[in-house]
T-cell receptor
């Protein structure tokens, strides 16, 4: 039973489109995250949510809007996609905050044509 | 300067070798130190987790943190081809923002 699951696994779309990525965790964790991993494998935090409240927003363009309908879900909506948005986006969760290890999904590979 | 620096490699070793992976960090407030392993087309998975300075051992893996020199190390003994992956070090102050290194690609040749 997958602990952190993301959909879709692959997303190929044109510049200017709007797309969403969904994430669900069944670990009962309070905190969820979105990360972006570029082609050089550098993993950078975008957002973190604790108990559905936004805690960290790391200077991400406002075209990216996270939404947490409940503690088990954290979705990411991206408006007006740009070429530079091509990357792998990872969702993660942890029990409480940074002194707890994070569990990652397998990523969504976003390619902008 | 990045808060966590890590040589991206790649690092190639023969099977059975001892592997040493290293990171440095700049933020004195970091208290929690992690190593994650990431296989191709998969998400990172936690390998080792330490608090403050010292050593931690788990099977073939040993994590070391030296807060005085801001140095983080991971040692892999008797390396196996299945250890071939990208290894990411990470640090956290205990808040909601974990900082990752760039990852080191390791290849273990049979």
């Amino acid at each position: 039973d997958t602990a952190v699951s993301q959909t879709p696994k692959y997303l190929v779309t044109q510049m200017g489109n709007d797309k969403s990525i969904k994430c669900e965790q069944n670990l009962g964790h309070d905190t969820m995250y979105w990360y972006k991993q570029d082609s050089k494998k550098f993993l950078k935090i975008m957002f973190s949510y604790n108990n559905k409240e936004l805690i960290i927003n790391e200077t991400v363009p406002n075209r990216f809007s996270p939404k947490s309908p409940d503690k088990a879900h954290l979705n990411l909506h991206i408006n007006s996609l740009e070429l530079g948005d091509s990357a792998v986006y990872f969702c993660a969760s942890s029990q409480d905050q940074g002194n707890q290890p994070q569990h990652f999904g397998d990523g969504t590979r976003l390619s902008i044509l | 300067q990045k808060e966590v620096e890590q040589d991206p490699g790649p690092l190639s070793v023969p099977e059975g070798a001892i592997v040493s992976l290293n990171c440095t960090y700049s933020n004195s407030a970091f208290q929690y130190f992690m190593w994650y392993r990431q296989y191709s087309r998969k998400g990172p998975e936690l390998l080792m987790y330490t608090y403050s300075s010292g050593n931690k051992e788990d099977g073939r893996f040993t994590a070391q943190v030296d807060k005085s020199s801001k140095y983080i190390s991971l040692f892999i003994r008797d390396s196996q081809p299945s250890d071939s992956a990208t290894y990411l070090c990470a640090s956290d102050t205990g808040g909601f923002k974990t900082i990752f290194g760039a990852g080191t690609r390791l290849f273990v040749k049979a």
